[in-house]
Every structure is written in structure tokens, then in C-alpha cells.
């Protein structure tokens, strides 16, 4: 048997990656502070903390996921056992974003390697202190055959795609996870897309303003609104909503001062195309607060928008940054209007402390995952299936999860030879009612 498929060696690969991590966090740190001056506080609390968790959970449990799971077998194959065998896939490609780029190249890598494939990980280009960082850690820990580390951006990316692999796990945007498919179907490779989405964020009148407003700041601007659960944009209850914008002004201004420019704790936009995506979002719309913007230094301060209409720039494709659309509602109708505008967002989240009306959202709309009373964080729970749904993504992993999409279920029934009964086998005359019964009785 390979080294592929020891679990033995998988898990001494593990301890090696996860002393590698330990040993390279502050440069980590660092390196995602040159990228995008993303803070060291934001760094360890969702990056370099998670993936030391994962890694931990991973190692601790991979010898009882990768054992052969017995099942119940089924009556008619009396007298079986039946099996659940993991298989590794295989060849691996993992591609990765920019926006979390150490954890989102990391943690599929985790999973893909415990369930024993070749793994080649393909960091993002636009955040190149990062992946240099990803590069050496894997070069130094696993052999090249293994798990290899291939820099570069969208050439680099395509001739990957080009090549036959036997699953690809692919986080970024709806239309590169479009081209991914379309590579992927060529070969009929399994693939798992992470992708991306128009969250809403209702709050109705029943709602703690003040704590929303301060849970709703802290998720949309944390890593200056690139993050893909972040809420796009709000839907308030309109007798409400100067009440919320109130809030929402103190806690923005509570988190960052009155100066975000200067705050240690607030990012910057990832380069300059994305800068004059975003900037561009703004020309015409009613600003509350913020709107300042600097090219030199791929600024944005936290931005409210006030009732942008729903043909605007804004409100046509996820905003992935620290803008955020202020839309009030009245009824139902309104909320389902606009929601049903889009296609099945990666997260929604709802601040209500009418449980029924809770209920009824989170029952009515189909999205990859999201919160009652918060943002963001049903993403820290490793036992929650995290992913898309519909354009906002295929699979969903995080935990035991990651481990199990990364490997194939083999079934096998193991019949024992002690009892052979006749009834299936031809000719077969005169069975029809017994094996009409047979199948009434087990079904
Ligand atoms: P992106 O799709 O532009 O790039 C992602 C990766 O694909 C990069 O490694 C890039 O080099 C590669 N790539 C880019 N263009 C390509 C092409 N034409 N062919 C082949 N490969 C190509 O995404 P991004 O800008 O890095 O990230 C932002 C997007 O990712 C947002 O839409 C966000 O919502 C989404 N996202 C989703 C998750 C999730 O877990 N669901 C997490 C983070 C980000």
C-alpha cells in the first residue's frame, strides 16, 4: 500500500504541519499585515487560531475516520456485514482565495492529506506575502509527491484546470467557480465550490437595536467587508430603521473612532481593482456615514448607504466590502421581494425576538447557513456544515465534514457462505409471490 493511504504517515505528515504552523504564526501574522493590513488580532482569531484547532481535531481523530465503518446490513442479504470504507480520491487541486488566504488553503489541505490524497494547493496571487509563507511551510513539511504548493495567479490557475485531477475543492468567486465546473465536468472530476453571495440581514422592530447593531458592525467590517458571510446588505422594519442607523453610527464609530483611516484594527481593500470596484459603488447613492476613500492606500471607510434602489451598482452583485445598504421594509412582501431578487445567498441573518417570525425566514428561504440575533460566527462551530447553496456554492465542510468530502464511501457487503437461500436465483418459476412478500415485509 502507498504512503497515500497509511494512516500512519498521514498523521505523522499532520504533526509535522502542525509544529510548521506553531513555528511560522508571527510570520504569518506579519505576512497577512504586509497583504492587506489585516490586524494581528484578526489574524489569530480567524486564521492562524482556527487552522491550529483543525489541525488538532484532525490528528486526534483521524485514526477512528479512517477505520472501516461496520452498518446495520439489510435483511434480504441475510447473513451479511456491511462496510463503509474511506478511500482517498486521489490527485487533489485546492484552490484558494485571497480574502482569508492562509486558513481557506489550509484547512481543505488538513482534510485532503487526513483522507489520504496527493494534494496541490494553489494560493491566491493577490495576497503574495501569504502564499510565499504557504509555499515554504509545505515545501519544508511533506514531500513533493505528496502535498505540493504551486504559486500563481489565473495562467497558472487555467493550466492547472487544464490537467485531469480526481476532485477539486475551489473557494472564490460565482463565475471562476463556473469555469472550475466547466474544467471539472471534462473529466467528470467531483468538485466542491466555495463560493460567494448577496447576504441579507433582516432586522425586524421586535429586535435588541443596540446589540444588532453592534453584532451587524462587527461582521460586516471585520476584514474591511471581504468576507463572503459578511452581510450585504440590511432589511429593517421601517418604523425602526432611523433608531438602527443611530446605532449602527455609534458602533462603527465605537470600533473604529471617528478617524477609521488611522485605527490599527480596520484593514485595507485588497488591491486597486477591487478599491475601484467598490468606490465606483458609491457615485450617486445617500451616504450616512463614512464614504471617504483613498486610492494610495486602498481605502474605504465603514460606509452606510441609505435606500439605494435595487437597479443601482450596488445592489446588483455581492459588494465583498465595507459597504453596507440600508433598505427599510413594511411587510412580508417587501422583504420577500427583494430577497427572491437573487440567487440563494451563502448566509442570512436575522434579528428578531419574535420566534415565529425567526421561524418563517429561516423555513422560507434556502441559504448555504446564517445566525438568529447575529452574524458570521455559525461559521466558528466545526460540527456546522459550512457552504453554499445553489449559485452560492456545491458542498459544504468544516470538521469531520472536511474529512468526509475528501473521501470516497466505499460500500461492501462481506456475505457469509453458511446459508445460501435459493429465492433469487433463476429459474424462477413459482417465486414471484415469495419474493413479492419478501419485499413487503422488509421494505
Ligand atoms: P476569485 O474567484 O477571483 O479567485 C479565486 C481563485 O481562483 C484564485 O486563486 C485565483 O487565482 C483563481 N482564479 C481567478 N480567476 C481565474 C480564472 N479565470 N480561471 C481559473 N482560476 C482563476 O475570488 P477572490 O477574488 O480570490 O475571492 C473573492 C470571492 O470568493 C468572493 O466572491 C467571495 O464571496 C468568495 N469566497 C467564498 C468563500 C466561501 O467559503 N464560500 C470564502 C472566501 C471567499
Excluded at 9 to 30: F, G, P, W
Excluded at 105 to 134: D, F, M, Y
Excluded at 192 to 217: F, H, Q, T
Excluded at 422 to 436: F, M, N, S, V, W
Amino acid at each position: 500500500m502507498s504512503f497515500k493511504t497509511d494512516v500512519n504517515y498521514r498523521k505523522q505528515s499532520l504533526l509535522k504541519l502542525l509544529n510548521a504552523v506553531q513555528i511560522y504564526e508571527e510570520d504569518i501574522i506579519k505576512a497577512l499585515y504586509d497583504d492587506f493590513k489585516k490586524p494581528a488580532f484578526e489574524a489569530v482569531a480567524t486564521e492562524t487560531s482556527y487552522i491550529l484547532a483543525e489541525l488538532k481535531f484532525t490528528i486526534k481523530n483521524i485514526h477512528n475516520w479512517t477505520k472501516p465503518k461496520v452498518v446495520l446490513p439489510s435483511i434480504l442479504n441475510f447473513p451479511s456485514t456491511d462496510f463503509i470504507y474511506k478511500e482517498p480520491f486521489g490527485k487533489v487541486l485546492i484552490i484558494a482565495p485571497w480574502n482569508y488566504p492562509y486558513q481557506l488553503a489550509l484547512c481543505p489541505l488538513i482534510a485532503a492529506v487526513a483522507a489520504g490524497n496527493q494534494v496541490v494547493v494553489k494560493p491566491s496571487e493577490l495576497t503574495p506575502n501569504t502564499s510565499r509563507i504557504i509555499a515554504k511551510i509545505i515545501s519544508e513539511v511533506f514531500e513533493k509527491n505528496h502535498v505540493e504548493c504551486v504559486e500563481g495567479g489565473l495562467e497558472i490557475s487555467q493550466q492547472l484546470l487544464s490537467q485531469r485531477w480526481d476532485f477539486i475543492f475551489f473557494t472564490g468567486s460565482v463565475a471562476v467557480g463556473k469555469i472550475v465546473a466547466k474544467a471539472a465536468a471534462e473529466h467528470l472530476t467531483p468538485v466542491v465550490l466555495e463560493l460567494g453571495g448577496k447576504n441579507p440581514c433582516i432586522i425586524d422592530s421586535s429586535a435588541n437595536l443596540k446589540l444588532a447593531a453592534k453584532r451587524i458592525v462587527w461582521g460586516k467590517f471585520l476584514n474591511a467587508g471581504q468576507t463572503c458571510i459578511a452581510p450585504d446588505y440590511l432589511l429593517v422594519q421601517e418604523n425602526i430603521k432611523s433608531k438602527l442607523i443611530d446605532f449602527l453610527k455609534l458602533e462603527i464609530t465605537n470600533a473604529y473612532g471617528e478617524n477609521p483611516e488611522v485605527s490599527p484594527d480596520y484593514p485595507r481593500i485588497i488591491n486597486e481593482k477591487n478599491w475601484k470596484r467598490l468606490t465606483t459603488m458609491l457615485e450617486n447613492e445617500t451616504v450616512l456615514l463614512g464614504g471617504k476613500t483613498s486610492r494610495e492606500d486602498c481605502y474605504i471607510a465603514p460606509t452606510l448607504l441609505d435606500e439605494p434602489s435595487l437597479e443601482s451598482l450596488v445592489m446588483h452583485d455581492e459588494i465583498f466590502g465595507p459597504i453596507l445598504p440600508i433598505l427599510g421594509y413594511k411587510t412580508e412582501e417587501d422583504l420577500h421581494k427583494i430577497i427572491s431578487k437573487y440567487e440563494k445567498p451563502l448566509s442570512l441573518y436575522i434579528f428578531s425576538e419574535n420566534k415565529s417570525f425567526a421561524k418563517k425566514i429561516i423555513q422560507n428561504y434556502s441559504f448555504g447557513g446564517g445566525c438568529i440575533n447575529d452574524t458570521v460566527i455559525h461559521f466558528t462551530n466545526k460540527r456546522l456544515p459550512f457552504g453554499g447553496v445553489g449559485h452560492s456554492g456545491i458542498g459544504a465542510y468544516h470538521g469531520k465534514l472536511s474529512f468526509d468530502i475528501f473521501s470516497h464511501r466505499k460500500a461492501v457487503v462481506k456475505k457469509a457462505n453458511w446459508l445460501d437461500l435459493p429465492t433469487r436465483y433463476a429459474p424462477y418459476d413459482g417465486k414471484l409471490q415469495t419474493i413479492k412478500r419478501l419485499l413487503k415485509w422488509f421494505s
